[in-house]
Structures are given as structure tokens and as C-alpha cells.
Antibody, heavy 118, light 106 residues
Framework: EVQLVESGGGLIQPGGSLTLSCAASGFSASRNYMSWVRQAPGKGLEWVSVIDSGGSTYYADSVKGRFTISRDISKNTLYLEMNSLRAEDTATYYC????????????WGQGTLVTVSP | IQMTQSPSSLSVSVGDRVTITCRASRGISNYLAWFQQKPGKAPKSLIYGASSLQSGVPSKFSGSGSGTDFTLTISSLQPEDFATYYCQQYNSYPYTFGQGTKLEIK
């Protein structure tokens, strides 16, 4: 059974840094496209970043240069390092994985809330 | 690529049939997915490739379209179907979502 468990969210001041983790089980994080998607309170879904099976990474313009996606194969875990955080980065962050279909978001974690506030 | 869903909200009754539309600002072939999200929960994948049903999703959900115009149809709405639905294109980066369609009970 595929399972994704995010952690690392919390309250952080503007300009600060935070690293989110997504522990994967039931599949190999190294072989699948894995993404971060966020949702500001009361708003819609926004794709943030993806790492593909070859290790290439892509980012939304809103986070490019500030966020870094990576994975640790030995821990089967996806990460999102977030720097220079802004109030508009406040959101629930979900990790999602492509499994057997063409969609990049076949399975989702439960999310972790990041609040950027003084 | 901008994704525009309509309507933004819909008041419907149990047993109704509902159609939600999604338009892409340029052609995306069939690289279109639909998601259902209930309050406080993670999104759930319903459809990929514009018309293919995810494993375990009931057949009352169906999708169609190609290019720029897509639809999600839900037949015979049940109480558990009242949620917000999102379309999303994965033809090219940055991946983008529609703004969502909220189904409410009439």
C-alpha cells in the first residue's frame, strides 16, 4: 500500500527557513515522479515543484530560487527546503506521487501546515 | 497554461447529474486530470488522461475532452459527492490547476 506522510510544518517568521519531509512507503521514491503541491487557507491548489525519476527538478515561478526539492533514496523520503519565506507561502503543503498512470498526482499525503507570520 | 473551470459553485440535489467544464488557454492534448477534495482532507485523484478512471473510483464519474475543452460528469449525486472538484493540466510545466468547483446541497 502506498503511503505518504509529510512532516516539518509549523510557524516561522518572514525571511526564515524550513524543511519539509515526506516519508514514502509502498514504492521507491527514486523511481517515481514526486511533487509538492500547496494550498493557502481557503484557496485552491498550486503546484510547487517536482523531481522526476532522473533527478531533474522543476519549480513554480513563485518559489524558484527560494525552494529546493530533493530526495534521500536511503530513507525513501522527499524533501522541500524553503528559504526566504514570505507571508504568501502560508499554506498546507502536500506531497504527491505519480504511480502507474500518466498523472503526476496519483497518490497524496495528508499535508503539513506552514504558517509564515511575525 | 491557464485552466478555467465553470461554474465556480453549483447548488444541486441528491440524485442529480452534474457536469463541470474546464478550459485550457492552449491545447494540452489529453494531459488532464480531475481531483475531488473534501474539507480538511487531501485531494483525491479521480481521472487521468482526460477520460481514464483511477483504480477504485466509481463509474458514476466520467471525463471527456481533448485539446482545450474538457468535462467532468457525475451521475446520480450522493451525499458523499458534495466536495470541491479541480481540473489540472500536466502537458507542460508549470503544472496548473483550475480554480475549483464547489458542489453544495440544494
Amino acid at each position: 500500500e502506498v503511503q505518504l506522510v509529510e512532516s516539518g510544518g509549523g510557524l516561522i517568521q518572514p525571511g526564515g527557513s524550513l524543511t519539509l519531509s515526506c516519508a514514502a512507503s509502498g514504492f521507491s521514491a527514486s523511481r517515481n515522479y514526486m511533487s509538492w503541491v500547496r494550498q493557502a487557507p481557503g484557496k485552491g491548489l498550486e503546484w510547487v515543484s517536482v523531481i522526476d525519476s532522473g533527478g531533474s527538478t522543476y519549480y513554480a515561478d513563485s518559489v524558484k530560487g527560494r525552494f529546493t526539492i530533493s530526495r534521500d533514496i536511503s530513507k525513501n523520503t522527499l524533501y522541500l527546503e524553503m528559504n526566504s519565506l514570505r507571508a504568501e507561502d502560508t499554506a498546507t503543503y502536500y506531497c504527491a506521487v505519480n504511480m502507474v498512470t500518466t498523472s503526476p498526482f496519483d497518490e497524496w499525503g495528508q499535508g503539513t501546515l506552514v504558517t509564515v507570520s511575525p | 497554461i491557464q485552466m478555467t473551470q465553470s461554474p465556480s459553485s453549483l447548488s444541486v440535489s441528491v440524485g442529480d447529474r452534474v457536469t463541470i467544464t474546464c478550459r485550457a488557454s492552449r491545447g494540452i492534448s489529453n494531459y488532464l486530470a480531475w481531483f475531488q477534495q473534501k474539507p480538511g482532507k487531501a485531494p483525491k485523484s479521480l481521472i487521468y488522461g482526460a477520460s481514464s478512471l483511477q483504480s477504485g473510483v466509481p463509474s458514476k464519474f466520467s471525463g471527456s475532452g481533448s485539446g482545450t475543452d474538457f468535462t467532468l460528469t457525475i451521475s446520480s449525486l450522493q451525499p458523499e459527492d458534495f466536495a470541491t472538484y479541480y481540473c489540472q493540466q500536466y502537458n507542460s510545466y508549470p503544472y496548473t490547476f483550475g480554480q475549483g468547483t464547489k458542489l453544495e446541497i440544494k
